[in-house]
């Protein structure tokens, strides 16, 4: 029982990580490296770390991010599972 929700701590953990890792990654480079305004991304700390999350976003893993959405109900939980 335990380790069961530990696993799905952990995918959920797996699934949001890569975007609070963009997130933080862009606001540290809006803060170290970004320009002072006049660039599109880099000049607001809000664009900067919007951008950040949409990368981390792009590099989620879609199957698990594609669990979230679905109820697998008992007919199709077996297909779900061959699919890992």
């Known amino acids: ?4 929700r530990i696993k799905m701590i952990w995918n959920k953990l797996k699934l949001f990580l890569p975007i609070v ?4 990654g862009g606001f540290l480079y809006y803060r170290f490296i ?3 305004g006049s660039c599109a991304i880099t000049g607001s700390p809000v ?6 999350s949409l990368m981390g976003l792009i590099l989620t893993d ?3 991010v594609k669990l979230l959405f679905i109820n697998p109900s008992r007919e199709n939980r ?4 061959r699919e890992d």
């Open 1 to 4: 029982m335990e380790r069961s």
């Open 21 to 24: 890792l963009g997130a933080l």
């Open 34 to 36: 970004g320009c002072n």
């Open 47 to 52: 664009n900067s770390t919007l951008y950040g």
């Open 62 to 64: 879609w199957k698990q």
């Open 78 to 81: 077996d297909e779900i599972r």
